[in-house]
């Protein structure tokens, strides 16, 4: 099945982004948000049933849906989410939830980290953060939402791999999950390029990850793994 570029589409003009929400005042609101910072909403939708003709349709480059919605309001955002990435794997998608949960955000990355973001709604009111992580997921990139690495870093019901992390290596940790660069990591934590470099090698070197996956994000995979372990 021929995927739609959806990444080309800044080429022809502004990234063109479906909404999919049951609460039109929540989509009419994330729709003027991001209107107003340069990008396209090429629809709205109440519900993911008609998504893939939507897709094929617009050729969005990045998709952004509620996690909850009808007809049961359980995951059927998270089910679609998934079918987008077998179906348009060049199609950015972006999660958005009211809850963090360890299950979701699994199901959503357990076939990779590539394109595929997940955030609380509360980051809306973040328009700079909210913003970044659609263009993120357009272009490849992952997002996950710092309060969720925070819970899920807070839960200490039993030991993992992630216990083995210095209070340090945890506060890089969460700032990875936010996409932050390693100078924007240096900067949040004033420490030198060299010191946050050697951060990152202590916590990839300390968790149980597949080193030679280079199609993957190692950021999010590092956030990934704890949230594996938490669920079983």
Known sequence: MAAPNGRDSS?????????????????????????????????????PSALDAVIRRHRPGTVVLDARMPPTH????IRAALQVRQDFPDVGVLVLSTYAEGTWAN??????????????KDRVDDTAALIEAVRRVSTGGSV?????????LALT???????????????????????????????DLHLSSR???????????????????????RRVLAVLTFLQERET
């Open 144 to 152: 996950v939402d710092p309060e969720v690495v925070e819970r899920l």
């Open 74 to 77: 359980t995951d059927e955002g």
């Open 157 to 187: 019901n039993h030991r993992s791999a992630l216990d083995e992390l210095s209070q340090r290596e945890r506060s890089v940790l969460t700032l990875m999950a936010q996409g932050r660069s390693n100078l924007g990591i240096g900067n």
């Open 11 to 47: 080429v022809d003009g502004p990234l063109r982004v479906v909404l999919v929400d049951d609460s039109a005042l929540f989509r009419q609101g994330l729709g003027a948000l991001l209107t107003a910072a340069g990008l396209q909403v090429a629809a709205e939708l109440g519900e």
């Open 107 to 120: 199901q959503l990355f357990s076939a990779g980290a590539k394109g595929m973001g997940y955030l609380l």
């Open 195 to 217: 010191t946050v470099e050697a951060y990152i090698a202590a916590i990839f070197a300390k968790l149980p990850m597949n080193g030679e996956d280079r199609a993957s994000n």
